[in-house]
């Protein structure tokens, strides 16, 4: 079965201070990976994602996320962090030989300046 | 082009009333979902369309059903709604292996 883990709920850092974002896989086969944020009020808005390739990938607002394989991570980055930043951050892995995403529970991330 | 819209933004209903969301898409998209979002479980795909009068099952489908007569609409019915079924529900068309969704419509059934 697919299923996607962020293991913390919440992630305080400073304005300026580089970010990182957890999120780890299982999935069987090649995955497709995704990271949305949603702010509040809001519906769910694109990042990134992973579908072959290079394994670092650039996304919207300056992210970035890293597909390990052999750690089955997919942890999303960002250098330098932006109050603005602070949202909920989900991923999600695609079946590629279903039609279904499957989400993380999200991460909140705050950005305190 | 509006994207993915979404009908209501909100309501309230009592327990055991019936109501229809409908999710309107202008991106001529043949996939579309729904999802509902609850605190601490992410988002979890109730039904989900692979083109024109086509419906299909996700993970939490129960009290539920869904009708996709037109390409461009995705409609999601609670025949008797219930408590359990508080809750914010997104709408979501795919394209290119990304998916846009609509702001959502908050239900809460007392």
């Known amino acids: 079965a697919q299923s996607v883990a962020q293991p913390e709920d919440q992630v305080n850092v400073a304005e300026g201070n580089p970010l990182t974002v957890k999120c780890t896989y299982s999935?069987?086969?090649?995955?497709?990976l995704f990271w949305y944020v949603q702010y509040p009020n809001r519906g769910l808005q694109f990042l990134l994602k992973?579908?072959?390739?290079?394994?670092l990938v650039k996304g919207s607002y300056g992210f970035e996320a890293e597909f390990n394989k052999s750690q089955t991570s997919f942890h999303l980055k960002k250098p330098s962090a932006l109050v603005s930043d602070s949202a909920l951050y989900f991923c999600a892995v695609r079946d590629p030989n279903f039609n279904k995403f499957y989400f993380g529970s999200g991460t909140k991330l705050n950005v305190k300046p | 082009n509006a994207g993915v819209t979404q009908t209501p933004k909100f309501r309230v209903l009592k327990t055991g009333q019936s109501m229809t969301l409908l999710c309107a898409q202008d991106?001529?998209?043949?996939?579309m979902y729904w999802y509902r979002q609850d605190p601490g479980m992410g988002l979890r795909l109730i039904h989900y369309?692979?083109?024109?009068?086509?419906?299909a099952k996700g993970e939490v489908p129960d009290g539920y059903n869904v009708s996709r007569l037109k390409k461009q609409n995705f409609l999601l019915g609670l025949e008797s709604a219930a408590p359990s079924q508080t809750s914010v529900y997104f709408c979501?068309?795919?394209?290119?292996?990304?998916?846009?969704f609509g702001p959502g419509t908050r239900l809460t059934v007392t």
């Open positions: 979501a068309s795919r394209a290119d292996a990304k998916e846009y």
């Open positions: 991106m001529n998209h043949e996939y």
């Open positions: 999935v069987s086969g090649n995955p497709y």
């Open positions: 992973y579908i072959t390739g290079d394994n």
């Open positions: 369309s692979v083109g024109e009068g086509t419906t």
